[in-house]
C-alpha cells in the first residue's frame, strides 16, 4: 500500500502528540494543522537576530485573532536588548532562555489605551472597572500570542511561553515602563532553535479526557493510559520515570509551588486595576 507523504507525516504526529496511544485518523490534514500539532517548547536556540520583518508578520498574526467585541485590550513588547533580557531573566526565574533567545516578547493585558481614548474624550469608563474586562484582556493576549506562536513555528521559528513574568510583576511592569492598567501576562521566546539541542513533543492527554460529548464525564480510565504512556516514554529517553501525575500535583500542591504568584490580587491592584 503506498502511503504518501502527508499521511505518513500526520501519523507521526499524531502518534508523538499522544504518546502512541490511540488517536485520531488524520483524514484532515493541511500545513496549517502539521505546523500546530508539531509544536514543541523550544528553550535552546541560535544566536542569529529574528529580522523585523518576521517580527511585524508574527505580529500581523497576532493581531489577526478574534478580539472580545473587537476592543483589543493587549499590546506586546518586543525586547531584543541583551541586559534588558538579563534583567527580565533574573525577575522571571533567572531562566537561561530569555537571555538566549534573540527576541523576548512580553504579552500584556492592556486597559491603558482604551482607557485613554475615553479618558480623552471624557467618556464614562465604569465598565472598565470590572473583573470582566480584566479577563478581557487577559483572554485577548492569550488569543493573540498563541496565532503569533503558530505564526512564528510556521517560518520555522521555535517559542516557549514564560509564565514566569508573573513572578514579580510589578519589578516586570516597571522595567517596561508599563501605565497603570496593563498587566504583564506571559512572556514569549523565540527564536531559531539550535539543531544540537532539539527539543521534543510533549504527549498529551488522550482525547477522552478532555472532549466530553453533550455533557461533562471524567474519564479517570483516560487518565491512567496516558500516565502509563508518559512513563514509558520518560524510561525510553533514559530519564526517572516520574510520570505526569506527580508533576501535575507538585505544581499545585502548595503556595510556595506558585513561585510568588499566589500574591496575585495584591499585584493585579499595585498595577491599578480596581477589581469590581
Ligand atoms: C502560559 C504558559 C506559561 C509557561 N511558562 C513557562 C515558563 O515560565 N518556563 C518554561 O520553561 N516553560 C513555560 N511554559 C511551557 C510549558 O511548560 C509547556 O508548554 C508544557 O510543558 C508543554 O510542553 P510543550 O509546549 O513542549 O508541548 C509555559 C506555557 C504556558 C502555556
Known amino acids: 500500500m503506498l502511503v504518501s507523504l502527508a499521511t505518513f507525516i500526520a501519523d507521526a504526529l499524531l502518534g508523538s502528540r499522544y504518546g502512541g496511544a490511540e488517536h485520531p485518523a488524520p483524514e484532515s490534514w493541511n500545513a496549517v494543522l502539521e505546523t500546530m500539532l508539531g509544536h514543541r517548547s523550544v528553550r535552546n536556540f541560535r544566536p542569529e537576530p529574528v529580522p523585523d520583518s518576521v517580527l511585524a508578520m508574527v505580529v500581523a498574526a497576532a493581531q489577526s485573532a478574534s478580539t472580545s467585541s473587537n476592543l483589543q485590550c493587549w499590546s506586546v513588547i518586543a525586547v531584543r536588548d541583551d541586559e534588558r533580557k538579563a534583567r527580565l531573566s533574573q525577575l522571571a526565574g533567572n531562566q537561561r532562555s530569555i537571555r538566549e533567545a534573540p527576541i523576548f516578547l512580553v504579552w500584556l493585558a492592556d486597559l491603558a489605551r482604551n482607557e485613554a481614548i475615553g479618558r480623552a474624550q471624557d467618556a464614562s469608563l465604569e465598565g472598565l472597572h470590572y473583573l470582566e474586562t480584566l479577563f478581557v484582556g487577559i483572554i485577548d493576549a492569550a488569543l493573540a500570542a498563541q496565532n503569533a506562536a ?13 509564565g514566569a ?32 539541542k532539539p527539543a521534543e513533543i510533549k504527549p498529551r492527554l488522550p482525547q477522552p479526557a478532555v472532549l466530553h460529548l453533550e455533557t461533562y464525564a471524567a474519564q479517570p480510565q483516560a487518565i491512567e493510559t496516558y500516565e502509563a504512556a508518559v512513563k514509558r516514554i520518560q524510561q525510553s529517553e533514559g530519564q526517572e520515570a516520574a510520570g505526569w501525575i506527580r508533576r501535575m500535583l507538585n505544581r499545585l500542591a502548595s503556595k510556595e509551588s506558585l513561585n510568588g504568584r499566589d500574591r496575585m490580587r495584591e499585584a493585579i491592584a499595585n498595577l491599578g486595576f480596581e477589581i469590581r
Open 165 to 196: 513574568v508573573r513572578n514579580h510583576p510589578e519589578a516586570i511592569a516597571a522595567e517596561l515602563g508599563l501605565p497603570p492598567r496593563v498587566l504583564p501576562v506571559f512572556g514569549m521566546c523565540i527564536g531559531r532553535p539550535d539543531p544540537a
Open 150 to 162: 503558530v505564526a512564528a513555528e510556521s517560518l520555522g521559528l521555535g517559542m516557549c511561553y514564560i
